[in-house]
């Protein structure tokens, strides 16, 4: 079975092979798990679409998108295959944040934007305001774990953190952690993780 916690949906993408990857992922976390079978032929369709939709881009940002789109199909196809996705992975989180402005272990010379926060950073702290919200007998677990991954000093900070999302939260005109807030609460629906390490 695959897991696909490690990769936040490519957001906004408009060439086939993201539009079918997207649409994969969503499909995954409506029905829990997947067979590997279906991963693997859907992540080499992708493979297939992303190397037309790459000759049909116009700018390099264009074709960025489409390289994270295969990326993010390798590592899924890596790890169906019960191979570690480590270089994958990276490779689209790099690509997604040389796009983005965040910062990213391989540079491609895109914009930098400094002390943004990267898209697998706003991911987990749309966590971070789910399981505070559904679990609050674990919020001392989570305000460790916030601290750890997130930076986020204590539980009184993070208390501070969802409150200030809450009140400033618009989902016609969503934050860099807001556009995630809904597929994470989704998927701590499906999955029933509880931990924000899960993410």
Known sequence: MTETSKLPPPENDTSSAGRLLTGFIEH????????????RRVCHKAQELA??????????????KVLAVKSAAEALTESTNGINPEGSLLSFQSLVENLEGGKREIDLG??????????RENWQRAAAIILWKNLPAERDTLAADAKKILGIKNK????????????????????????????????????????????
Do not use: R
């Open 156 to 199: 009184k900070a993070l208390a501070k953190f969802v409150d200030n999302f809450d009140q400033k939260y618009d989902p016609d005109n969503p934050s860099p952690v807001g556009i995630h807030y809904c597929a994470v609460t989704e998927f701590f629906e499906e999955t029933g993780w509880n931990s924000l390490k899960d993410y």
């Open 28 to 39: 995954q976390l409506k029905l829990g798990m997947v067979s590997d079978d279906l991963t």
């Open 110 to 119: 895109g914009k930098k934007i400094t002390n943004k926060n990267t898209v």
């Open 51 to 64: 190397a037309i939709d790459l000759d049909q881009c116009k700018t390099e940002s264009e074709k960025i």
